[in-house]
């Protein structure tokens, strides 16, 4: 059956029909049929085929026998199923993207675990879109660098500064715009860049007697995350 088939075919909303939707992708779809039924509503599994789709394209030979061996292992399965609830979930083709780049590249990395795959897709699964956004903004950060990006997501990235005086509505969006920033930090996604004083090359203390925070750069996990997620791949 053609993929475009398997997509505009009507959705019956119950177990059997979906794992007979699943079914017709050839070989992720038939493997993860058999956790359909236990891991997410009926009325989901439109999501899931699509997710099965673009993790079916996205494994070659090699990576679908490795894919077999793991499903027959605890943390193999379980790292599936913590896919499948995401996807089910998931409102976008590009988040359902993100869910299978993260899961094959998984698989295609010898040296990243089943467990340490699932760990990284508990931490995309507390990410919203706008937070994916400004991560991957920090992947680029040179003057007048990833001019392309930024102008496609102007309306998340470019933030009117606020001053005393400022609208409610620029205030808030710099406080909504901080909040991303301090949860990916959270993550440990984004590391701090701290100010330094530069008369008593010591730390500065901010107004509020915290250390002051000049700006963030993408730590070793934030640049895990995005490859994993497949959104380095067009950085030099």
Known sequence: MENSELENRPVDYVTIAAKGCLGAVPFVGSLLAELAG??????????ITKFALLLETR???LERVEL??????????????????????????????????????????????????????????????????????YAEQTMGGDNEYREKHAVVLDIEPAFVGSP?????????????????????????????DHKTKLLKIDSQGKTE???????????????????????G
Do not use: F
């Open 68 to 137: 077999q061996t793991r499903m027959a292992t605890p943390e193999g399965a379980d790292l599936l199923e913590e896919g499948i609830r995401q996807a089910a979930s998931s409102l976008s083709d590009e988040r359902r993207e993100y869910i299978a780049n993260l899961i094959a590249n998984g698989i295609a990395c010898s040296d990243i675990s089943d467990q340490e795959s699932k760990h990284l897709l508990r931490i995309l699964g507390e990410l919203s879109d706008v937070e994916i956004i400004w991560l991957r903004s």
């Open 38 to 47: 236990n891991v997410i509503p009926n009325q989901r599994i439109d999501r």
């Open 213 to 235: 925070v000049k700006g963030y750069d993408l730590s070793g996990l934030g640049w895990l995350m995005l490859r994993s997620i497949g959104l380095s791949d067009d950085l």
């Open 59 to 61: 494994l070659g030979e």
């Open 168 to 196: 409610q509505s620029v205030l808030d969006k710099n406080s909504l715009a901080k909040s991303y920033k301090l949860h990916l930090a959270r993550l440990g996604l984004l590391q701090e860049r701290l100010a330094i």
